[in-house]
């Protein structure tokens, strides 16, 4: 077997396409867009080669035959307390130990040659919102930005000595059903009549607005809990609602409000790999032109993708979650539009968003972990 680095643009394309020829006969396999993982790797396109360094390599047999792939990278977003830290990602593997020990040690001594000591992974060159961690639990067709692997991959990771970080679970609600009565019963508790409190869709004609009661709600809930957290900035908060315009779906974007102070947010969107999976991974003119089609005219999708759900911690326990939810029943539930929702990336490290969403009558769908 031989390790080769990607280093040219034959070698990064055989870098995406690996993936889809290892699992062409998966059908629950669905084929990310090209161009996202391109970017990950595109100086200029991704910000995290501001501060940090990523390096791809591919695996082949003796006859030529790409049998897996792997990068490493490094950013102070990884290092933890304790040691130096770097990242390895977008592994793939055919079902064989030895192969995958390579892919392994490759990425892991390129992180000692810069300086580290641990290595975690699956993990993204980027946010957490994407390519983290290996599914270990529910594989159905994977969420948009949501890794997929066969079940095999996690004895590779713990054969080589990988240990569970911390874990990351995915819920299903189902919209055919009502919210469940706790809810109704504390809203019309602690906040039926209260003129204070108000819960509002989003709309594209004020999203400078939204972006704005985003940002303070997103600073407020998750800088309080999380330590080292950078405020978001508004540029920032502005440019994700522009991203976000050509798929928001108004009744699916939930605001909360204090008399004029934003409180409360819960966003979601359709569950983009329902219509990615028309495109074989394109987005060229005519694949963007099938991309809308899909979205606006077929609606070919019955899933909601939950992104975003914070309270501003002051107001947390009064009911505030109760008032999204009923509010997002009016619109959502039983309408015949879409049949669930998956509560995406919550981690075992925040117990409080566990019980909540335990609470809301989920099943849980997925779970990957990352080592």
């Known amino acids: 077997m031989q390790i080769i680095e990607v280093t040219t643009p034959a070698l990064s394309n055989e870098f995406i396409e690996f993936q889809p020829r290892l699992y062409k006969d998966d059908s629950e396999y669905i084929r990310p867009w090209d161009h996202e993982i391109k970017e990950v790797f595109t100086e200029g396109k991704n910000k995290f080669y501001r501060q940090g360094k990523a390096v791809r390599w591919l695996l082949h047999d003796a006859s030529g035959k790409t049998i897996g792939r792997i990068a490493a990278f490094t950013h102070p977003k990884f290092e933890r307390k304790t040691e130096p830290c770097g990242g390895c990602g977008f592994f793939d593997c055919i079902n064989d130990q030895q192969a995958a020990n390579l892919l392994f040690d490759t990425a892991k001594n390129w992180l000692i040659s810069q300086g580290k000591t641990m290595m975690d992974g699956p993990i993204n060159f980027g946010e957490k919102d994407k390519w983290w961690g290996v599914l270990v639990e529910g594989f159905d067709p994977p969420l948009y930005g ?31 059903k009502p919210a469940p009565a706790r809810f109704k019963i504390a809203f019309d508790k602690y906040l039926k009549g209260n003129e204070d409190y108000t819960f509002i869709h989003a709309n594209k004609k004020q999203l400078d607005k939204f972006a704005e009661d985003f940002r303070i709600v997103y600073n407020e809930a998750w800088g309080k809990a999380h330590q080292g957290f950078k405020p ?140």
């Open 146 to 176: 949501m890794n997929y692997n066969a079940p095999y991959y996690k004895k590779l990771f713990e054969n080589y000595g990988f240990q569970d970080y911390y874990q990351q679970y995915i819920y299903r609600y189902s919209l055919n």
């Open 232 to 371: 978001m900035r508004k540029e920032q908060t502005k440019k994700i609602m522009q991203t976000l315009k050509p798929i928001m779906i108004k009744e699916a974007m939930i605001f909360a409000y204090y008399k004029e102070r934003p409180i409360g947010i819960f966003i979601s969107i359709p569950n983009l790999n329902e219509i990615i999976k028309h495109l074989n991974g394109k987005f060229s003119l005519w694949h963007k032109l099938k991309f809308m089609y899909h979205l606006k005219i077929a609606k070919s999708y019955e899933t909601l993708s939950a992104i975003i759900f914070g309270i501003v911690p002051e107001f947390q326990g009064k009911a505030v979650d109760a008032g999204l939810a009923l509010k997002g029943e009016e619109l959502l539930v039983n309408t015949g539009k879409y049949n669930y929702m998956e509560l995406m990336w919550i981690g075992d490290f925040n117990p409080k968003m566990v019980n909540i969403v335990t609470q809301l009558e989920t099943k849980r769908q997925n779970l990957h972990a990352t080592p």
